[in-house]
């Protein structure tokens, strides 16, 4: 099964994807199938380059990261935890602390740093053993991080566990039950979460950050770009993760 996940994870990658049909090709022109080789070097061609137009993936992420009704400040109550999901940070290099962490990292830990103040409301703080150095746990660097930021010690939870969405769901949950939560995680994600969260906790209220998209979906062509490349292999990862929710649920 990790194999199979392995290469979906890489087939999602457009420009990989471009370069296995691209080889198929050559594959079926040495065998002699010409129809067929022109026909799939000319999928790879049309793949790599509608993906790599911003537009492209801007439609793609807009239905994934935009819903038509906006919960985020206007929330019915206070909360009682503050949630924020885990993203990355790198454990390689001889770089500074803050440079470790990954962008979405940072907005999400920030924006539940600037709710916590806001609030008083405890910080969860989720995150297992899943980065390149195996012996350090996200959730521990993450509890630095909201220390760092002159968040009391008293008012973040760490779970010390998860390596995927429905793992740090699982290691709150305790924590969550019936209570009113404020989740912080990336808009792409919000999806999932307002489902694995609607039979968890008594009311729940969405702060998305680290968007993709610009939100709109007025047309507009520019030059290829390898950031629209990135942006459509996230949001084709999570529509992947979306089918495997829905299958496994």
């Known amino acids: 099964m990790d194999f199979l996940k392995l290469i979906a ?31 799939t070097k000319r999928v790879a061609l049309f793949w790599v380059l509608l993906w790599s137009q911003p ?8 239905f994934i990261e935009y819903k038509p009704e906006s919960k985020s400040e206007h929330a019915k109550h206070s909360p009682d935890y503050i949630l924020v999901l885990a993203c990355y940070y790198s454990t390689q290099g001889d770089v500074p602390e803050i440079s470790r962490w990954a962008e979405c990292s940072l907005q999400r830990n920030v924006e539940a740093v600037r709710l916590q103040n806001k609030t008083q409301a405890p910080v969860i703080i989720t995150g297992g053993n899943f980065l390149h150095d195996s012996s350090i746990n996200y959730s521990e660097v993450a509890y630095d991080f909201f220390t760092s930021m002159n968040i009391d010690k008293k008012n973040l939870i760490i779970t010390k566990e998860g390596t995927n969405t429905y793992e740090e769901i699982l290691s709150a949950r305790r924590y969550l039950e019936n209570k009113h939560v404020w989740v912080v995680s990336s808009a792409t994600h919000m999806y999932r979460l307002e489902r694995e969260l609607a039979d968890i906790a008594a009311t729940t209220t969405f702060f998305p950050v680290d968007y993709h998209s610009k939100g709109s979906l007025k047309p507009y062509i520019t030059l290829p770009s390898q950031k629209a490349l990135e942006n459509a292999r996230v949001a084709l990862y999570e529509l992947l993760a979306r089918v495997k929710f829905t299958y496994n649920n």
């Open 55 to 62: 537009y492209a993936s801007d439609v793609l992420l807009h």
């Open 9 to 39: 994870l890489q087939l999602i990658t457009p420009l990989k994807l471009s370069l296995v049909l691209l080889a198929l090709a050559l594959l079926f022109q040495a065998i002699s199938k010409q129809r067929i080789a022109t026909l």
